[in-house]
């Protein structure tokens, strides 16, 4: 039997089932075996690794997963998809999907439940482009005990999420990232592997979990407000930033000073210039100030 993400058996299974492509839910799917087998090269997949997959779409991806790895659970939300994916999956017997938002869903305890026998577990997925951020962002909030993520998105968020300091794209999303994972951008890809074509160019980002976060900070929550606020105005300096954003920054503004003093950071600089270590730095300064 053909790919599923060969050109025409793609055509063929969208005709059978008259399936028409929700924008609104990202649907863009993958037309080239070729990208498929790079990804999955990507994620260093064995026949003992987990794939959790977010939007198995018409199963292109999820396919490839199955053959590469011992067991994969994907995320479909469209309930449109479910019986293509019971007829196009078929030959595989270690595939479960799940019909839920991933937004929404208990991943922790269904990780528990269907991954507590293997060691490895990676996140892999094409993504749907309007929510890569808010799914990456629970992933790692959630503390999922993943190797890592192999996943598609927009370029320019796979600019901005492996970004290093000092650059255009580095911001609070390089930072809320890289405290976790080692980032890299692992591959561009054009739009004509997709159908239909997205309007933005894709990449695929490897993310790998850090044995423990990258830098040590008094409170996350906090050093996350810090990194956030510093880059909310991205042409004014570090300082206004920080006293404009922080709850009621203006009244510790002499305070917030001295906590820049004390971090060795010069007041006038401004948030992209600043590394890891030095926003965790600054962010145990200042927690005392406004805990
Ligand atoms: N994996 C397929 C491929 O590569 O051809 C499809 C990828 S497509 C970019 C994104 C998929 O995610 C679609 O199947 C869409 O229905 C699904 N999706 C969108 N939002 C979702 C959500 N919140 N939770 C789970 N799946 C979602």
Redesign the pocket.
Known sequence: MKDI?TPTRTKEILQKYGFSF?KS??????IDPNILHRITETAELTKETGAI??????G???EHLARKSKKVVA????QR?LPILEDTLSPYDNVKIVH????KADVVNIFQSEFSDLQDVMVV???????TTP?IMKLLEEKLPIKGMVV?LQKEVADRISARPGTKAYGSLSIAIQYYMEAETAFIVPKTVFMPQPNVDSAVIKLIKREKPAVEVDNEAFFFTVTRASFAQRRKTILNNLTNQLPQGKMHKEQIIQALQQADIDPSRRGESLSLAEFARLSNQLYPIFQ
């Open positions: 993400a929700k839910l990202g649907q863009n799917f993958l997959e977010i939007g198995p779409g018409i292109a991806l999820t995320f479909e939300i469209d998809l839920e938002d991933v937004l997925a094409n993504l749907p482009y309007y929510v799914i598609m």
